[in-house]
Structure formats: structure tokens, C-alpha cells
């Protein structure tokens, strides 16, 4: 870990956590299909144990980290068609349990991603808004609404704080966390995935789903930087001493989007005495940054995924900020008459909400 940095603030929390762990492997998504796995004849699933049969068929491409958070080609050969077809429901939930921040950071999944709130009332989507007018606006990220007395957008016209607020499609937490559960153990060398066996029930069988509640608490970090990851990196960190079980065994971060997520991995073989503790002592990694960027704003907040029942109708907000300038400048444009007029802005009253980039050009038409 030579090469990488810390935000400020966070020097001590690192040399506490590498105190304790190594980072055991790095993950990151290739650019083109890769090459050098396993014939699917002679594959065996790491989740459900089946090898390569009529019955067990490895025909689908695996990937690694699900294909929603930008993943495109870091697939596996060891996941098995109907453990990814149980994997894809959960991915469902985690989908939803995102929400419109997906298109915000613009993931580059399968799909262009569009976002439609459960009620249909607020629709967020990549565009270039060609049914108004041709070439006048570069590609943007559009948050469109039906009904402008809907409270979807929030506005303070003397600060220049806005708010989107909408309610999120429904999701159940414990899929959301078995699917980074199932990002984590798909992380581990082969010959280490002996020691997940109570790890793997956990995951496979729904019967445990309502006792494993508080283990389900994972790290978020959130960093306030546009852009962030387009496709997902997994850092996988164990322990270096086997033999103190202080901490768990094994910590798997993910970053994606503007977000690392982390959790540490349970029931690891080694940490069976630390489950005769009330909680698992546990200690989230620093976020981690090559030396390159500009390291951003971060904050932390816990969550848990171990609720077991849908959660409907949850709220979500993205929030923004709009400059001083941008609050006394601004020209109207009317593309019915094509004439321009000076105007202030008012977003709670607005249709909607395109946000471009800053340096991109709009070209309005002469009258
Ligand atoms: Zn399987």
C-alpha cells in the first residue's frame, strides 16, 4: 500500500487499520472480455458447490460485480446459472435501493439507465433533449416531472440550495446486503473459500435471513465529487494475524458511483470466538486514494441491511448547490417563439431539472 493516500483526517484510522490488515487482493473491471477462464466443462460454483452438469450449467456470463454498478467484463467462473439468476433478484433490490443516483453518476451498465420513481411522478434520465429542439443542447442528465406543485423540487433563492427529493421503488434490505456479501466472497482465492462454509448459508438459504441482523451493519463512505467511479473496484483485506481474534478475519470494500461501501465478511472460520461476543468488534478501512486525484470531501455514515421485510415508499434527496452567479444571471429562452429574455430562477416551479456539463456549450439559435 505504498502508492496510495488518505483524505485528512483519516492518517490515524489508516495506520490502525493496516496495523491489523493487509490488503489481500485488489479488483477492477476490465476494459474488454477477458480471457483465460476456466472451460465451462470442467467449472465448479462456489456458492451452491455444484461442478459442471446437465443439470448445472455455467452458460451465462458471471460478473463479478453486478453489471448495474458499470461492470462489464470482470466475469468469474465459478458462479453457476441458477446461483446468477437467484443473484440477479437481489441486484433488482439493490437497484432500487439506489435509486436516481445511479443516473446521476452516470454508471455505464448494459443499458441507458433511466429512473422512474415508483409513482411516476418524477423520471431521471441521460439526454440530450432532442424533442425540443435540435442542437441546441450537448447531452445532460434530465430530472423531469409531471406535476410542478408536487414538492419533488425544493429551492432557497437567497442561498442557492436545491433539493430533488423522491421517493425510492421498493427494495428488501437483506438482499442488498447478500448481494455484497455475494461481491465479497466472489473476491476470496479459491483455495481460502473453505473457511466461508456457515458464510455460504448464509448467503444461499433464505431460513437464516432473520437472525443475522447484526451482522448486516456496513460503512459507507461518501465522497461529494462529481463523477467518482464508473465501473466498480472491490478491495479485499484480511487480517494478518490468524491467530487474534480481535477483528473479523476479512474486510471487503467496494467503490462505486460516489460511494464505498464496506463490509466485513461473517462467519469466517477464524472469527467463530468472536461470535460469543454480543456485537463483532469490527474497524472499517480508510478510503483509499492513488496519489493522482484530488482527494475529496468524505463522509462516513453507518448503515444496516439486515431488515428482512420491503422497505416502500423511502425517501431520497440529491442535493445541490446553485452559485450566486447563476442565481442572478440567467437568461430565459422561449423555443416556441426562439427569443431569449433576462430572468430569475425559480426551480420549484420548474418542469424540470437538466443539468449539463460546465464547460459544455449551449447553442442558442439567433432569432
Ligand atoms: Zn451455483
Known amino acids: ?6 483524505p485528512p483526517g483519516f492518517e490515524e484510522h489508516a495506520k490502525l487499520f493496516f496495523r491489523i490488515y493487509d490488503l489481500e487482493s485488489s479488483h477492477t473491471c476490465p476494459e474488454m472480455k477477458m480471457t483465460g477462464l476456466k472451460p465451462k466443462t470442467s467449472r465448479r460454483c462456489r456458492f451452491c458447490g455444484n461442478s459442471y452438469s446437465p443439470n448445472t450449467k455455467f452458460r451465462k456470463d458471471a460478473h463479478l ?9 470482470l466475469v468469474s467462473d465459478f458462479e453457476c446459472d441458477r446461483c446468477n439468476s437467484t443473484f ?17 453518476n452516470d454508471v455505464k451498465g448494459k443499458e441507458k439507465i433511466k429512473f422512474v420513481s415508483p409513482e411516476k411522478s418524477l423520471r431521471a434520465e441521460k439526454t440530450n433533449l432532442s424533442n425540443i429542439q435540435e442542437g441546441i443542447l450537448p447531452e445532460g442528465l434530465l430530472f423531469d416531472r409531471d406535476n410542478i406543485s408536487d414538492q419533488t423540487f425544493t429551492f432557497d433563492k437567497n442561498t442557492g440550495q436545491a433539493k430533488i427529493t423522491y421517493t425510492k421503488p421498493s427494495y428488501r434490505p437483506i438482499n442488498v446486503y447478500k448481494i455484497f456479501l455475494k461481491m465479497a466472497l466472489s473476491c476470496i482465492k479459491e ?5 466461508f462454509k456457515r458464510t455460504l448459508e448464509i448467503l444461499m438459504t433464505k431460513e437464516l435471513d432473520g437472525s443475522i441482523e447484526s451482522l448486516c451493519t456496513m460503512g459507507v463512505y461518501t465522497q461529494h465529487i462529481a463523477g467518482g467511479y464508473p465501473a466498480p473496484i472491490g478491495f479485499l483485506y484480511r487480517r494478518k494475524d490468524t491467530t487474534s481474534f480481535i477483528y473479523p478475519a476479512y474486510v471487503f470494500a ?36 492513488s496519489t493522482e486525484v484530488e482527494i475529496p470531501k468524505i463522509t462516513y455514515s453507518p448503515i444496516n441491511l439486515g431488515r428482512t421485510d420491503m422497505v416502500k415508499g423511502e425517501k431520497h434527496s440529491v442535493n445541490f448547490k446553485v452559485s450566486q452567479d447563476e442565481l442572478t444571471n440567467i437568461v430565459r429562452y422561449d423555443p416556441a417563439t426562439k427569443t431569449t429574455e433576462a430572468s430569475q430562477l425559480d ?15 449551449i447553442n442558442i439559435p439567433k432569432e
Not at 469466517?268 to 474497524?283: E, G, H, N, Q, V
Open 254 to 289: 467496494l467503490y462505486f458511483q460516489n460511494y464505498i461501501y464496506q463490509m466485513f465478511i461473517p462467519y469466517c472460520i477464524f472469527d467463530l470466538p468472536l461470535y460469543f461476543k454480543s456485537a463483532i468488534p469490527y474497524i472499517w478501512s480508510p478510503p483509499v486514494f
Open 65 to 73: 460485480f453486478p453489471n448495474l454498478l458499470g461492470n462489464r467484463y
Open 347 to 361: 426551480l420549484e416551479n420548474a418542469k424540470g431539472i437538466f443539468f449539463i456539463d460546465e464547460n459544455a456549450r
Open 191 to 195: 483455495e481460502d473459500t473453505k473457511y
Open 1 to 6: 500500500m505504498s502508492t496510495v493516500c488518505v
Open 88 to 104: 440477479s433478484k437481489y441486484e433488482n433490490d439493490l437497484a432500487n435501493f439506489l435509486g436516481a443516483s445511479r443516473v446521476l
